[in-house]
Protein backbone atom coordinates (compact mmCIF):
# COMPACT_ATOMS: atom_id res chain seq x y z
CA UNK A 1 0.00 0.00 0.00
CA UNK A 2 1.69 3.09 -1.00
CA UNK A 3 2.11 5.82 1.67
CA UNK A 4 3.63 8.98 1.29
CA UNK A 5 5.06 11.33 2.94
CA UNK A 6 4.90 15.52 3.27
CA UNK A 7 6.67 18.34 5.55
CA UNK A 8 4.43 21.46 5.78
CA UNK A 9 6.80 24.46 5.79
CA UNK A 10 5.45 27.64 7.67
CA UNK A 11 5.98 31.28 8.79
CA UNK A 12 6.82 30.73 11.92
CA UNK A 13 7.56 27.28 13.51
CA UNK A 14 5.67 26.96 16.81
CA UNK A 15 7.63 28.13 19.75
CA UNK A 16 6.68 24.98 22.04
CA UNK A 17 5.92 21.65 21.29
CA UNK A 18 3.20 18.89 22.79
CA UNK A 19 3.62 16.11 24.26
CA UNK A 20 3.55 12.05 23.75
CA UNK A 21 1.30 9.19 24.68
CA UNK A 22 -1.33 6.75 22.56
CA UNK A 23 -4.87 7.43 23.47
CA UNK A 24 -7.53 6.73 21.43
CA UNK A 25 -10.92 8.84 20.73
CA UNK A 26 -13.64 6.32 19.83
CA UNK A 27 -16.41 7.22 17.02
CA UNK A 28 -18.60 8.52 19.46
CA UNK A 29 -16.88 11.81 20.98
CA UNK A 30 -18.52 11.14 24.36
CA UNK A 31 -16.92 8.06 24.88
CA UNK A 32 -13.87 8.13 27.25
CA UNK A 33 -10.47 6.49 26.37
CA UNK A 34 -9.47 2.73 26.06
CA UNK A 35 -8.98 1.99 29.54
CA UNK A 36 -10.55 4.66 31.21
CA UNK A 37 -14.41 5.01 29.81
CA UNK A 38 -16.54 7.92 31.09
CA UNK A 39 -19.95 6.21 32.00
CA UNK A 40 -22.98 7.52 30.49
CA UNK A 41 -24.29 8.58 33.67
CA UNK A 42 -21.29 10.70 34.61
CA UNK A 43 -21.45 12.46 30.79
CA UNK A 44 -25.12 12.84 31.39
CA UNK A 45 -23.65 14.71 34.72
CA UNK A 46 -21.67 16.25 33.37
CA UNK A 47 -23.77 17.63 30.35
CA UNK A 48 -26.39 18.88 32.53
CA UNK A 49 -24.05 20.94 34.99
CA UNK A 50 -22.58 23.04 32.44
CA UNK A 51 -26.05 23.18 30.04
CA UNK A 52 -27.17 25.20 33.06
CA UNK A 53 -25.11 27.80 32.90
CA UNK A 54 -24.62 30.27 29.77
CA UNK A 55 -22.76 28.36 26.73
CA UNK A 56 -19.35 29.10 26.43
CA UNK A 57 -17.89 30.14 22.75
CA UNK A 58 -14.64 30.84 20.70
CA UNK A 59 -14.43 34.18 20.21
CA UNK A 60 -11.26 35.79 18.66
CA UNK A 61 -11.27 38.97 20.94
CA UNK A 62 -8.91 40.60 17.75
CA UNK A 63 -9.66 42.05 14.44
CA UNK A 64 -6.02 41.85 12.71
CA UNK A 65 -3.96 39.41 15.31
CA UNK A 66 -4.69 35.94 14.03
CA UNK A 67 -2.95 32.33 14.84
CA UNK A 68 -2.70 30.95 10.94
CA UNK A 69 -3.58 27.56 10.18
CA UNK A 70 -1.59 25.27 8.40
CA UNK A 71 -2.83 24.15 5.47
CA UNK A 72 -2.48 20.46 4.43
CA UNK A 73 -3.07 19.20 0.87
CA UNK A 74 -4.06 15.76 0.23
CA UNK A 75 -4.41 14.81 -3.42
CA UNK A 76 -5.64 11.74 -3.49
CA UNK A 77 -7.50 10.90 -0.46
CA UNK A 78 -7.76 6.86 -1.48
CA UNK A 79 -4.26 6.57 -0.14
CA UNK A 80 -3.13 7.18 3.22
CA UNK A 81 -1.00 9.67 4.08
CA UNK A 82 1.72 11.17 6.42
CA UNK A 83 2.10 14.90 7.07
CA UNK A 84 4.43 15.83 9.11
CA UNK A 85 4.91 20.06 10.49
CA UNK A 86 7.96 21.86 11.58
CA UNK A 87 6.21 21.72 15.17
CA UNK A 88 7.23 18.22 15.54
CA UNK A 89 3.81 17.50 15.10
CA UNK A 90 2.60 14.50 13.08
CA UNK A 91 -0.55 13.61 11.01
CA UNK A 92 -1.37 9.95 9.75
CA UNK A 93 -4.38 9.91 7.65
CA UNK A 94 -6.02 6.56 6.51
CA UNK A 95 -6.86 6.09 2.96
CA UNK A 96 -10.27 6.82 2.41
CA UNK A 97 -10.75 8.78 5.62
CA UNK A 98 -13.04 11.35 4.31
CA UNK A 99 -17.46 11.55 3.67
CA UNK A 100 -19.26 14.04 2.00
CA UNK A 101 -22.11 15.30 3.64
CA UNK A 102 -24.49 12.88 2.41
CA UNK A 103 -21.96 10.16 3.74
CA UNK A 104 -20.42 9.66 0.42
CA UNK A 105 -16.48 8.53 0.61
CA UNK A 106 -14.62 11.75 -1.02
CA UNK A 107 -12.18 11.19 -4.17
CA UNK A 108 -11.44 14.56 -4.67
CA UNK A 109 -8.34 16.09 -3.29
CA UNK A 110 -8.73 17.45 0.66
CA UNK A 111 -7.34 19.91 2.69
CA UNK A 112 -7.35 20.07 6.06
CA UNK A 113 -6.37 23.11 8.20
CA UNK A 114 -4.74 22.68 11.46
CA UNK A 115 -3.94 24.75 14.10
CA UNK A 116 -1.67 23.90 17.72
CA UNK A 117 -1.44 26.23 20.32
CA UNK A 118 1.00 25.71 22.89
CA UNK A 119 1.57 29.16 24.35
CA UNK A 120 -0.32 31.89 26.36
CA UNK A 121 -0.46 34.48 23.22
CA UNK A 122 -1.81 31.35 20.53
CA UNK A 123 -4.32 30.55 23.42
CA UNK A 124 -5.54 34.08 23.86
CA UNK A 125 -5.40 34.90 20.04
CA UNK A 126 -8.01 31.56 19.65
CA UNK A 127 -10.55 32.65 21.69
CA UNK A 128 -11.01 29.69 22.60
CA UNK A 129 -12.40 29.52 26.60
CA UNK A 130 -10.44 27.23 28.97
CA UNK A 131 -13.60 27.60 31.95
CA UNK A 132 -15.43 24.66 32.81
CA UNK A 133 -19.09 26.09 34.45
CA UNK A 134 -20.20 24.82 37.54
CA UNK A 135 -22.70 24.86 40.04
CA UNK A 136 -24.09 28.54 41.94
CA UNK A 137 -21.85 30.59 39.67
CA UNK A 138 -18.42 28.88 40.19
CA UNK A 139 -16.34 27.61 37.38
CA UNK A 140 -12.79 25.40 37.06
CA UNK A 141 -10.00 26.60 34.97
CA UNK A 142 -7.72 24.21 32.46
CA UNK A 143 -4.00 24.46 32.10
CA UNK A 144 -3.54 22.64 29.06
CA UNK A 145 -0.41 20.45 27.97
CA UNK A 146 -1.02 21.34 24.75
CA UNK A 147 -4.48 21.94 22.61
CA UNK A 148 -5.09 21.83 18.68
CA UNK A 149 -8.14 22.13 16.06
CA UNK A 150 -8.67 20.15 13.08
CA UNK A 151 -11.15 21.13 10.67
CA UNK A 152 -11.23 19.69 6.41
CA UNK A 153 -12.93 20.61 3.33
CA UNK A 154 -12.68 19.40 -0.70
CA UNK A 155 -13.65 21.81 -3.45
CA UNK A 156 -14.92 24.51 -1.03
CA UNK A 157 -17.30 22.29 0.45
CA UNK A 158 -17.36 20.76 4.26
CA UNK A 159 -16.53 16.95 4.95
CA UNK A 160 -16.16 14.64 7.28
CA UNK A 161 -14.15 11.84 8.82
CA UNK A 162 -15.70 9.13 7.10
CA UNK A 163 -17.27 6.41 9.62
CA UNK A 164 -15.02 3.81 11.02
CA UNK A 165 -12.39 5.64 10.29
CA UNK A 166 -9.35 8.26 12.17
CA UNK A 167 -6.96 10.51 11.78
CA UNK A 168 -4.23 9.77 14.05
CA UNK A 169 -2.11 12.96 15.56
CA UNK A 170 0.68 13.35 17.08
CA UNK A 171 2.25 16.65 19.33
CA UNK A 172 4.83 17.38 21.17
CA UNK A 173 5.71 19.60 24.11
CA UNK A 174 7.90 19.95 27.03
CA UNK A 175 4.94 19.16 29.21
CA UNK A 176 5.01 16.05 31.02
CA UNK A 177 2.93 14.75 33.61
CA UNK A 178 -0.45 13.23 34.04
CA UNK A 179 -3.58 15.25 31.93
CA UNK A 180 -7.14 14.29 30.60
CA UNK A 181 -8.53 15.04 27.07
CA UNK A 182 -11.35 16.93 26.43
CA UNK A 183 -13.36 17.53 23.31
CA UNK A 184 -14.90 21.47 23.03
CA UNK A 185 -18.57 20.98 21.38
CA UNK A 186 -18.97 24.20 20.10
CA UNK A 187 -22.70 23.90 19.22
CA UNK A 188 -22.99 23.28 22.77
CA UNK A 189 -20.72 25.06 24.12
CA UNK A 190 -19.25 23.06 26.36
CA UNK A 191 -16.46 20.97 26.88
CA UNK A 192 -16.26 16.98 27.33
CA UNK A 193 -13.67 15.20 29.46
CA UNK A 194 -13.42 12.00 28.26
CA UNK A 195 -10.94 10.98 30.95
CA UNK A 196 -7.04 9.68 31.97
CA UNK A 197 -5.00 10.19 29.36
CA UNK A 198 -2.23 7.59 29.05
CA UNK A 199 1.23 8.62 30.16
CA UNK A 200 3.31 10.56 27.87
CA UNK A 201 6.97 9.42 26.39
CA UNK A 202 10.22 11.21 25.78
CA UNK A 203 10.69 12.27 22.24
CA UNK A 204 14.18 11.98 21.47
CA UNK A 205 14.10 12.34 17.80
CA UNK A 206 12.31 15.66 18.59
CA UNK A 207 14.95 17.12 21.04
CA UNK A 208 17.66 16.72 18.13
CA UNK A 209 15.55 18.90 16.06
CA UNK A 210 15.39 21.59 18.89
CA UNK A 211 19.33 21.05 18.86
CA UNK A 212 19.81 22.01 15.23
CA UNK A 213 16.63 25.31 15.62
CA UNK A 214 18.28 26.55 18.40
CA UNK A 215 22.27 26.64 16.02
CA UNK A 216 19.70 28.30 13.05
CA UNK A 217 18.03 30.45 15.52
CA UNK A 218 21.21 31.40 17.23
CA UNK A 219 22.92 32.03 13.98
CA UNK A 220 19.99 34.64 12.61
CA UNK A 221 19.93 36.51 15.71
CA UNK A 222 23.36 37.07 15.79
CA UNK A 223 23.12 40.84 14.96
CA UNK A 224 20.39 42.71 16.14
CA UNK A 225 19.04 45.28 13.16
CA UNK A 226 20.55 48.46 13.42
CA UNK A 227 17.84 51.70 13.64
CA UNK A 228 18.39 53.98 10.61
CA UNK A 229 19.32 57.26 11.47
CA UNK A 230 19.39 61.02 9.02
CA UNK A 231 22.57 60.67 7.08
CA UNK A 232 24.28 64.11 9.04
CA UNK A 233 24.75 66.78 6.27
CA UNK A 234 28.49 66.79 6.42
CA UNK A 235 28.58 62.88 5.38
CA UNK A 236 25.60 63.50 2.12
CA UNK A 237 27.27 63.77 -1.58
CA UNK A 238 24.91 66.30 -3.45
CA UNK A 239 24.39 65.68 -7.15
CA UNK A 240 22.67 67.77 -10.06
CA UNK A 241 24.11 66.52 -13.05
CA UNK A 242 25.37 63.14 -12.32
CA UNK A 243 24.70 60.15 -14.97
CA UNK A 244 21.96 57.56 -13.59
CA UNK A 245 20.98 55.75 -16.83
CA UNK A 246 21.46 52.32 -15.64
CA UNK A 247 20.17 53.08 -12.53
CA UNK A 248 16.54 53.35 -13.72
CA UNK A 249 15.03 53.24 -10.37
CA UNK A 250 16.70 56.60 -9.00
CA UNK A 251 14.96 58.71 -12.73
CA UNK A 252 13.45 61.58 -10.77
CA UNK A 253 15.75 62.07 -7.97
CA UNK A 254 17.55 65.59 -8.61
CA UNK A 255 19.49 66.66 -6.68
CA UNK A 256 20.48 63.09 -5.82
CA UNK A 257 21.95 62.94 -2.01
CA UNK A 258 24.41 59.92 -1.53
CA UNK A 259 26.50 58.72 1.35
CA UNK A 260 29.65 56.72 1.41
CA UNK A 261 28.97 52.83 1.59
CA UNK A 262 32.68 52.19 2.21
CA UNK A 263 35.20 50.79 4.74
CA UNK A 264 38.01 52.18 3.44
CA UNK A 265 38.97 55.38 5.57
CA UNK A 266 41.52 56.82 3.20
CA UNK A 267 38.49 56.82 0.59
CA UNK A 268 35.94 58.17 2.56
CA UNK A 269 35.08 61.74 0.93
CA UNK A 270 34.98 63.26 4.51
CA UNK A 271 38.40 62.81 4.41
CA UNK A 272 39.15 64.10 0.77
CA UNK A 273 37.54 67.40 0.66
CA UNK A 274 38.91 68.08 -2.34
CA UNK A 275 36.59 66.17 -4.37
CA UNK A 276 33.76 67.99 -3.50
CA UNK A 277 34.58 70.77 -6.18
CA UNK A 278 32.55 69.71 -8.71
CA UNK A 279 34.76 71.85 -11.76
CA UNK A 280 37.46 69.76 -11.49
CA UNK A 281 35.40 66.57 -12.77
CA UNK A 282 34.29 65.78 -16.35
CA UNK A 283 32.12 63.03 -16.15
CA UNK A 284 30.25 61.64 -13.11
CA UNK A 285 28.30 58.68 -13.14
CA UNK A 286 26.71 55.68 -11.60
CA UNK A 287 26.42 51.99 -11.83
CA UNK A 288 24.91 49.19 -9.89
CA UNK A 289 27.48 47.13 -7.90
CA UNK A 290 24.83 43.85 -8.04
CA UNK A 291 24.32 44.69 -4.35
CA UNK A 292 20.93 45.87 -3.12
CA UNK A 293 20.92 49.45 -2.38
CA UNK A 294 24.82 50.09 -3.34
CA UNK A 295 26.54 51.69 -6.10
CA UNK A 296 29.59 52.78 -7.31
CA UNK A 297 30.16 56.41 -7.84
CA UNK A 298 32.85 57.30 -9.96
CA UNK A 299 34.81 60.40 -11.07
CA UNK A 300 36.68 61.19 -13.99
CA UNK A 301 39.08 64.58 -14.87
CA UNK A 302 42.68 64.84 -14.01
CA UNK A 303 42.36 62.25 -11.26
CA UNK A 304 39.94 59.39 -11.62
CA UNK A 305 37.58 58.81 -7.83
CA UNK A 306 35.90 55.80 -7.40
CA UNK A 307 34.19 54.66 -4.48
CA UNK A 308 30.77 52.82 -2.83
CA UNK A 309 27.93 54.78 -2.24
CA UNK A 310 24.18 54.82 -1.32
CA UNK A 311 21.34 56.90 -0.83
CA UNK A 312 21.55 59.20 1.82
CA UNK A 313 18.71 58.80 4.40
CA UNK A 314 16.36 61.38 4.48
CA UNK A 315 13.03 62.31 3.51
CA UNK A 316 10.94 59.79 1.92
CA UNK A 317 14.21 57.10 1.62
CA UNK A 318 14.56 58.02 5.54
CA UNK A 319 10.80 56.92 6.00
CA UNK A 320 11.21 54.09 4.06
CA UNK A 321 14.60 52.67 5.80
CA UNK A 322 12.22 52.97 9.25
CA UNK A 323 9.56 50.68 7.80
CA UNK A 324 12.15 48.18 6.75
CA UNK A 325 13.50 48.12 9.78
CA UNK A 326 10.37 47.95 12.08
CA UNK A 327 9.90 44.69 9.63
CA UNK A 328 13.33 43.37 10.86
CA UNK A 329 12.97 44.14 13.86
CA UNK A 330 9.70 42.19 14.48
CA UNK A 331 11.72 39.34 12.59
CA UNK A 332 14.28 39.46 15.03
CA UNK A 333 12.11 39.93 18.15
CA UNK A 334 10.01 37.05 16.85
CA UNK A 335 13.26 34.66 16.46
CA UNK A 336 14.70 35.68 19.60
CA UNK A 337 11.38 34.57 21.32
CA UNK A 338 11.54 31.17 19.88
CA UNK A 339 15.11 30.92 20.44
CA UNK A 340 14.25 31.99 24.27
CA UNK A 341 11.36 28.72 24.17
CA UNK A 342 13.66 25.93 22.39
CA UNK A 343 17.08 26.55 24.67
CA UNK A 344 14.58 26.18 28.08
CA UNK A 345 13.28 22.77 26.01
CA UNK A 346 16.79 22.13 24.99
CA UNK A 347 18.11 22.42 29.28
CA UNK A 348 15.39 20.65 30.19
CA UNK A 349 15.86 17.77 27.66
CA UNK A 350 12.03 17.35 27.52
CA UNK A 351 10.26 16.78 24.13
CA UNK A 352 7.38 14.69 24.98
CA UNK A 353 4.87 12.72 22.34
CA UNK A 354 0.92 12.12 22.93
CA UNK A 355 -0.70 10.44 19.87
CA UNK A 356 -4.39 10.47 19.90
CA UNK A 357 -7.39 8.93 17.10
CA UNK A 358 -9.91 11.42 16.26
CA UNK A 359 -13.27 10.40 14.27
CA UNK A 360 -14.61 13.90 14.10
CA UNK A 361 -13.15 17.96 13.63
CA UNK A 362 -12.83 19.67 16.61
CA UNK A 363 -11.15 21.20 19.28
CA UNK A 364 -8.97 18.89 21.21
CA UNK A 365 -7.07 19.48 24.43
CA UNK A 366 -4.80 18.13 26.93
CA UNK A 367 -5.66 19.41 30.45
CA UNK A 368 -6.04 20.02 34.08
CA UNK A 369 -8.11 21.15 36.36
CA UNK A 370 -6.35 24.29 37.81
CA UNK A 371 -7.11 24.70 41.53
CA UNK A 372 -4.98 27.04 43.88
CA UNK A 373 -6.98 26.91 47.80
CA UNK A 374 -5.22 29.72 48.66
CA UNK A 375 -7.15 31.89 45.46
CA UNK A 376 -8.37 35.20 46.52
CA UNK A 377 -11.70 35.85 44.92
CA UNK A 378 -12.22 39.48 43.80
CA UNK A 379 -15.16 41.28 42.87
CA UNK A 380 -12.20 43.03 40.11
CA UNK A 381 -12.67 46.47 38.13
CA UNK A 382 -10.32 48.13 35.76
CA UNK A 383 -9.08 51.03 34.57
CA UNK A 384 -7.69 51.78 31.32
CA UNK A 385 -5.07 54.71 30.85
CA UNK A 386 -6.42 57.01 28.49
CA UNK A 387 -9.28 54.87 27.54
CA UNK A 388 -13.09 55.89 28.67
CA UNK A 389 -15.01 53.95 31.26
CA UNK A 390 -18.10 53.11 28.56
CA UNK A 391 -15.30 50.90 26.54
CA UNK A 392 -15.41 48.12 29.65
CA UNK A 393 -18.15 46.11 27.81
CA UNK A 394 -15.72 45.57 24.84
CA UNK A 395 -13.04 44.52 26.53
CA UNK A 396 -11.90 40.63 27.87
CA UNK A 397 -9.16 40.91 30.59
CA UNK A 398 -7.39 37.30 30.32
CA UNK A 399 -5.52 36.29 33.83
CA UNK A 400 -2.18 34.17 32.72
CA UNK A 401 -1.19 32.21 35.31
CA UNK A 402 -0.22 27.92 36.15
CA UNK A 403 3.17 28.72 34.12
CA UNK A 404 1.55 30.21 31.63
CA UNK A 405 -0.23 27.13 30.59
CA UNK A 406 -3.55 28.52 32.28
CA UNK A 407 -4.90 31.38 29.98
CA UNK A 408 -8.71 32.61 31.46
CA UNK A 409 -10.35 35.21 29.44
CA UNK A 410 -13.40 37.45 31.14
CA UNK A 411 -15.23 39.57 29.55
CA UNK A 412 -16.69 42.73 31.63
CA UNK A 413 -19.84 40.70 33.02
CA UNK A 414 -17.42 37.85 34.16
CA UNK A 415 -14.80 40.55 35.64
CA UNK A 416 -16.24 39.24 39.22
CA UNK A 417 -15.20 35.71 38.79
CA UNK A 418 -11.43 36.87 39.09
CA UNK A 419 -9.08 35.24 41.74
CA UNK A 420 -5.72 35.78 42.12
CA UNK A 421 -3.58 32.76 43.72
CA UNK A 422 -0.51 34.95 45.85
CA UNK A 423 2.18 32.20 45.20
CA UNK A 424 1.52 31.24 41.75
CA UNK A 425 2.87 33.56 38.83
CA UNK A 426 0.40 35.85 37.71
CA UNK A 427 -0.49 38.47 35.19
CA UNK A 428 -3.09 40.21 32.88
CA UNK A 429 -3.62 41.62 29.96
CA UNK A 430 -6.72 42.75 28.30
CA UNK A 431 -7.71 43.34 24.96
CA UNK A 432 -9.33 46.61 24.00
CA UNK A 433 -10.89 48.20 21.09
CA UNK A 434 -8.46 48.73 17.51
CA UNK A 435 -6.53 45.81 18.76
CA UNK A 436 -4.63 47.69 21.70
CA UNK A 437 -3.18 45.76 24.62
CA UNK A 438 -3.20 46.82 28.17
CA UNK A 439 -1.47 44.96 31.12
CA UNK A 440 -0.98 44.49 34.54
CA UNK A 441 2.65 42.80 34.96
CA UNK A 442 4.29 40.38 37.48
CA UNK A 443 6.05 43.09 39.19
CA UNK A 444 2.55 44.68 39.42
CA UNK A 445 1.33 41.81 41.38
CA UNK A 446 4.38 41.90 43.89
CA UNK A 447 4.10 45.15 44.65
CA UNK A 448 0.27 45.12 45.02
CA UNK A 449 -0.41 41.84 46.44
CA UNK A 450 -0.84 42.37 50.37
CA UNK A 451 -3.72 45.08 49.08
CA UNK A 452 -5.03 42.10 46.67
CA UNK A 453 -5.26 39.75 49.69
CA UNK A 454 -6.54 42.15 52.08
CA UNK A 455 -9.76 43.23 49.78
CA UNK A 456 -10.40 39.05 49.09
CA UNK A 457 -14.27 39.29 48.18
CA UNK A 458 -14.69 43.00 47.87
CA UNK A 459 -14.24 45.18 44.99
CA UNK A 460 -10.48 46.07 43.48
CA UNK A 461 -9.55 48.24 40.76
CA UNK A 462 -6.72 47.04 38.58
CA UNK A 463 -5.03 49.94 36.59
CA UNK A 464 -3.72 48.97 33.84
CA UNK A 465 -0.74 50.21 31.61
CA UNK A 466 -2.04 50.89 28.10
CA UNK A 467 0.93 49.60 25.21
CA UNK A 468 1.74 51.81 22.39
CA UNK A 469 1.72 50.88 18.79
CA UNK A 470 0.46 47.88 17.40
CA UNK A 471 0.87 44.34 18.15
CA UNK A 472 0.93 43.04 14.43
CA UNK A 473 1.33 39.03 14.94
CA UNK A 474 0.44 36.62 17.35
CA UNK A 475 3.96 37.15 17.95
CA UNK A 476 4.23 40.56 18.94
CA UNK A 477 1.57 39.32 21.58
CA UNK A 478 4.21 37.02 22.64
CA UNK A 479 6.20 39.59 23.19
CA UNK A 480 4.09 41.33 25.17
CA UNK A 481 3.32 38.72 27.49
CA UNK A 482 6.99 38.41 27.85
CA UNK A 483 7.46 42.04 29.38
CA UNK A 484 4.07 41.51 31.31
CA UNK A 485 6.55 38.56 33.13
CA UNK A 486 8.95 40.97 34.47
Same mark, same amino acid.
Given at each position: ?????????????????????????L???????? $???????????????????????????????? #??A?????? &???????????? $??? #???????????????????V??S????H???????????????????????????????????S?????????Q????????? %??????????????????????????????L????????????? %??????? !??????????????????????????? $??????????????K? &? !?????????????????????????????????????????????????????R?????????????????? &????????????????????????????????????????????? $????????????????????????????????? %????D???? #??????? &?????????D?? %???????????????????????????V????????????
Amino acid at each position: MKITTSKIIVAAAATTLLAAATYTILQNDTDGPK $GKQTSSSEMANQESTQQAFAQLAVEEPFEEVK #LQAEALLIE &DPSQPSIHELPS $GTV #LKVPANAFADAGGETVATPVQLSFREFHNAAEIIASGIPMRIPKAEGEEDWLQTAGMFEIDGSSEGQPVEIAEQKAIEVGLLS %REGGEYDFWIFDEQAGRWANQGAAESPQKDLMALAEIETEVKEL %RSKTARR !PIEPMPTPEEEKLIFTDLDIKNCPELA $GKNPLALTYAGKDEKA &D !PINNEWITDHGIWRKKSLEPTGKKGVYQLTLLGNEAYRIPVKLALQGKNLEQARQEYQKALASYQADVALLQ &DAEALLAQQAAFRRTVEVASFKIYNYDALWKKENAVPLMADFRFE $GFPATINRYVTVYLVTGDNRVVVGLPQKDWGKL %RISPDADNK #LIAVLPG &DKVAIFSQSDFD %REMDAIQQSGGSRYVFNMKVESGQLGSVEGLHRILRKASS
